[in-house]
């Protein structure tokens, strides 16, 4: 993802907000949002759009699933605390500006829904500045599985359901 001058928490934390702020998945229309923004409308090279649709399809496929196997790209469980929390911080404040752009349409966001982008909004200025404990392993852990959680809730509320065709519900 180096092409984009972004990590890979950013560019998967604005293609699930795009995924959850309600953007069509099966129209490719996610693509033309996100290049604008990720890359100034300028046109991807082949293997990177490739690439950048499979993400976006094995993303959307956790949504649409419900299963609560949604997964977070973030820096690895190995990396220091302080990288795992800026990697968490990039993911959801890229989260926040695709689930702007994803809600296009504007459908109207209840209390609920507000109060969690709150939080969100929160969490994106986390301190990346911990110290290396196992209680700032356990509170980073705590603090990305609420974000886990609150984006499979935008997406619940606010996110595309496909047709469902023979009990298929992968996004191809």
């Known amino acids: ?18 995924i959850c702020g309600g953007v069509n998945l099966e129209d490719g229309s ?11 409308g300028i046109a991807q090279p082949v293997d990177l759009k490739k690439q950048l649709q499979t993400l976006f399809d094995n993303s959307a496929n956790e949504f649409v699933a419900g299963d609560y196997q949604v997964k977070l790209l973030l820096a690895d469980d190995e990396a220091p605390i302080a990288e795992q929390a800026k990697s968490l911080a990039q993911w959801t404040q890229s989260f ?4 702007a752009i994803g809600n296009e349409s504007k459908k109207k966001l209840n209390k609920e829904i507000k109060e969690a982008l709150s939080d969100l909004s929160q969490i994106s200025q986390l301190d990346s500045d911990i110290e290396e404990s196992e209680e700032s392993a ?12 609150t984006a499979m809730f935008c997406y619940s509320e606010l996110g595309f359901k496909p047709a469902v065709a023979n009990g298929d519900k992968k996004i191809h």
């Open 96 to 99: 926040m500006t695709g689930f």
């Open 138 to 149: 356990r509170f980073l852990e705590e603090v990305t599985e609420y974000v886990r959680m």
């Open 30 to 40: 996610w693509y033309g949002a996100f290049n604008d923004l990720m890359n100034d």
């Open 1 to 18: 993802m180096a092409e984009l001058g972004a990590g890979a928490s950013e560019v998967h934390g604005v293609i699930c907000g795009l």
